[in-house]
C-alpha cells in the first residue's frame, strides 16, 4: 500500500511540473517567434527543407550525441567498461534512459520539423523551426536533470514531446485539409484522439 500512495504522491508532483514546464515553453515559444528575425529566402520548398535539417542537426548534436557521450565517459572511467558485467551505477542508468526516451522523441520531432517546413511558406512563419529546435533542447536538458534528481522531476522535459506531437497534428490537420477542407482536418484529429482515447482506457490501473 505504501509503495502505491508514494508512486501517486509522486506522479501528483510529476503533473505539477509538468504543467509550470509547459507554461514556461509557451511563454518562450512566443518569446521567440516574436523577435527572432524573419527568415530569408523561404519561397523554394528546398530552403525551407534546408532550415530544417540544420535545426535537425543542431537538437542531434546538442541531445542525442551528447546523451551518448555520457555514456561512453561513465563507462571509460568506472567498473561499467564492461556493459556485460551488470555494473552500473544509478547515473548510468539515469543516463541510459535519456539517451534511449531521446532517441525516441527525436524521431518524434524530426518528421514534425520536416512537415512543418512543407507548411510554413514565408519566413516569418518559418521563425517557428528555430524556436520549436529551442524549446526542444532545453526540455531535453531540462528532462536529463530533472531525472537525476527524482522520477517526477523528469516531467520538466515533458514540453519536448510535446512540440513533437503537435508539429505532427499540425501537420497530419493539414494533409486532412488538402485532402478534403476542414472535414478532412477535423477527421485526421479525431482519428488520433480516438487511439489516445483506447490507449487511455487500456493502461489505466
Known amino acids: 500500500m505504501a509503495e502505491t500512495q508514494d508512486w501517486r504522491t509522486e506522479r501528483k508532483t510529476g503533473i505539477a511540473v509538468i504543467a509550470a514546464s509547459v507554461l514556461i515553453s509557451f511563454a518562450l515559444y512566443c518569446v521567440l517567434c516574436r523577435f527572432l528575425p524573419p527568415l530569408t529566402g523561404m519561397e523554394s520548398l528546398g530552403a525551407r527543407m534546408l532550415v530544417a535539417l540544420k535545426c535537425l542537426a543542431a537538437a542531434t548534436l546538442f541531445c542525442f550525441v551528447a546523451g551518448i557521450e555520457a555514456v561512453a565517459h561513465e563507462r ?4 561499467a567498461f564492461d556493459p556485460l558485467a551488470g555494473v552500473e551505477t544509478k547515473r548510468l542508468r539515469v543516463n541510459l534512459r535519456y539517451l534511449q526516451n531521446t532517441l525516441e522523441q527525436l524521431i518524434v520531432f524530426a518528421v514534425g520539423l520536416f512537415g512543418l517546413a512543407v507548411y510554413r511558406t514565408d519566413g516569418s512563419a518559418m521563425r517557428a523551426l ?9 526540455n531535453r536538458y531540462a528532462f536529463w536533470i530533472g531525472y537525476h534528481r527524482s522520477a517526477a522531476m523528469r516531467g520538466l522535459g515533458a514540453p ?11 501537420v497530419v490537420a493539414r494533409m486532412g485539409s488538402d485532402l478534403a477542407g476542414t472535414v478532412g482536418a477535423a477527421i485526421a484529429i479525431a482519428l ?9 482506457c487500456k493502461t489505466r490501473g
Open 76 to 79: 571509460l572511467q568506472s567498473a
Open 160 to 170: 519536448s514531446m510535446a512540440v513533437g506531437l503537435i508539429m505532427l497534428l499540425y
Open 192 to 200: 488520433y484522439l480516438a487511439v489516445e482515447a483506447v490507449l487511455f
Open 130 to 138: 528555430p524556436a520549436v529546435t529551442v524549446i526542444w533542447i532545453l
